[in-house]
Each structure stands twice: as C-alpha cells, then as structure tokens.
C-alpha cells in the first residue's frame, strides 16, 4: 500500500508564495500519474496540477503560470511551487497517485491565503 503525505501548507498573504511537498512511501511517482487537487470549504475537490510519468505537465487556467509542478525521483517527492497566491486558492491540498486506475491520497494540507 503506498502512503502519499504531503507538506508545506500554511497562512500566506495575498501575492506570497509557497511550495507543498508530496512524500511517497516508495519510488513510484516515476512510474504513474501525479495530481495535486484543491478543496476549497463546501466545494468540490478540484485538481490544480499534474504531471505525468513522462514529466509532462498541465494546469487549469485558473492557476497557469502561477503554480509549477515537478519531481525528484530521488526523493521520491512531488512538488507544488505556489507563486502570486490569491484568497481563492485558500483550501486544502492534496496529492494524489493513479495506478492504472486504483488512486491513492495523502491525508491533505491546510493552505490560507489572508491578509
């Protein structure tokens, strides 16, 4: 069973940046899909970033070129680099691994953006 625990979370000002962290349990982000997801209190969870096996990315509209994903296999860690953050960008983050179709999740991180 592979674990995912991500990191990073914290209150940041409005146009402040910060970076999440998705740790795995073992080497195994080089091989499948990587999502982080953001759920935003009474709202759905929305994916934000991914990044597949090959390293290509994509992002919604409403965080391109704001939030860069990336990661280092030898770490076997996923990264969230959030730059120019927004109130709107306030929720919980979560990554996530798809392996061919069986999903894991990490438990989440708590991201505030207020002044």
């Known amino acids: 069973q592979v674990q995912l625990v991500e990191s990073g979370g914290g209150l940041v000002q409005p146009g402040g940046s910060l970076r999440l962290s998705c740790a795995a349990s073992e080497n195994i982000f080089r091989l499948y899909p990587v999502k982080w997801h953001r759920q935003a209190p009474g709202s759905q969870r929305d994916w934000v970033a991914y990044?597949?096996?090959?390293?290509?990315?994509n992002y919604p509209d409403s965080v391109k070129d704001r939030f860069t994903i990336s990661r280092d296999n030898a770490k076997n860690t996923v990264y969230l680099q959030m730059n120019s953050l927004k109130p709107e960008d306030t929720g919980v983050y979560y990554c996530?691994?798809?392996?061919?179709?069986?999903?894991?999740w990490g438990q989440g991180t708590q991201v505030t953006v207020s002044t």
């Open positions: 996530s691994l798809d392996v061919y179709g069986v999903h894991y």
């Open positions: 990044i597949t096996a090959n390293g290509v990315t």
